[in-house]
């Protein structure tokens, strides 16, 4: 697992990004490619060129597959959380989660959405 930064991460630039960018940098933050494209995106440097962010983007990664992973995640229970993760089904328990874990809610739904990628 990524050491933890010694300062807070600001990650308020994730969230400014679609969707499917997200799970691209969650998925690939150590990505140089990756990180061009977000100076593009972003107009200007990329958040990804520092060393803090992507150890703070790899720790999240870590701790969210580990979580995803429980024996008290069931199957069933999985499945709903990826089919209702853009509505408030599950709200109340994912913003549990979220707080549980460290993150906000919109990082755990883009989790969530890596997962729906994912082959069954």
């Known amino acids: 697992m990524p050491d933890n930064p010694a300062q807070p991460v600001d990650l308020s630039w994730f969230y400014t990004l679609d969707p499917k960018d997200r799970v691209e940098v969650l998925t690939r933050a150590q990505s140089p490619q990756l990180a061009d ?3 593009t995106t972003l107009r200007g440097r ?3 060129d520092d060393r803090d962010v992507v150890a ?3 720790e999240i990664r870590y701790e969210l597959n580990f979580w995803w992973q ?3 995640l069931t199957d069933h229970l999985r499945d709903d959380l990826i089919e209702h993760r853009a509505d408030d089904t599950y709200r109340d328990l994912m913003q549990l989660e979220a707080a549980a874990l460290g ?3 919109p990082l755990l739904r883009t989790y969530l959405d890596l997962q729906a990628r994912q082959p069954s």
Request: aromatic share 0%; no cysteine; proline share 7%.
């Open 37 to 39: 494209q977000l100076k």
């Open 46 to 48: 990329s958040p990804l």
């Open 56 to 58: 703070r983007l790899d």
């Open 70 to 72: 429980e024996d008290r």
């Open 103 to 105: 993150v906000e809610l």
